[in-house]
Nanobody, 130 residues
Framework: QVRLAESGGGSVQAGGSVRLTCSIS????????MGWFRQAPGKKREEFAT????????EYDDSVKDRFTVSRDNTLNAMYLQMNDLNPDDTAIYSC???????????????????????WGQGTQVTVSS
């Protein structure tokens, strides 16, 4: 059974940093498609980072590129989201997701849309004040 759990959310002032952890069981973090999503109050859930299989890299939405960084620890089977230079627009519930369905000619690419991910964590709140 695949389980994901986020931790590390909280409140921070604009310009600050937060690091989220996604702990995973039931699937290897290195062989699954992993995604970070967020949902702000009154808005639809949006994908902003998708980690491809193995060392195939991570794709970021322009809204977080150069501020957010995804990394994985294969030993701990965890994924991390380092968020820097936060602003109030980053306030949202942050969720990690996983799936084993791959795409691409070499099988290391992943779909990015939320409906392509079967396994989800419960989400963690990040609030950025001005």
């Amino acid at each position: 059974q695949v389980r994901l759990a986020e931790s590390g959310g909280g409140s921070v002032q604009a310009g600050g940093s937060v690091r989220l952890t996604c702990s995973i069981s039931g699937v290897s973090v290195n062989s699954a498609c992993m995604g970070w999503f967020r949902q702000a109050p009154g808005k639809k859930r949006e994908e902003f980072a998708t980690a491809m299989i193995g060392n195939a890299g991570t794709e970021y939405d322009d809204s977080v590129k150069d501020r957010f960084t995804v990394s994985r620890d294969n030993t701990l089977n965890a994924m991390y989201l380092q968020m820097n230079d936060l602003n109030p627009d980053d306030t949202a519930i942050y969720s990690c997701a996983a799936d084993t369905v791959r795409t691409g000619s070499d099988g290391t690419s992943c779909f990015r849309r939320d409906f392509m991910f079967r396994y989800w964590g419960q989400g963690t709140q990040v609030t950025v004040s001005s």
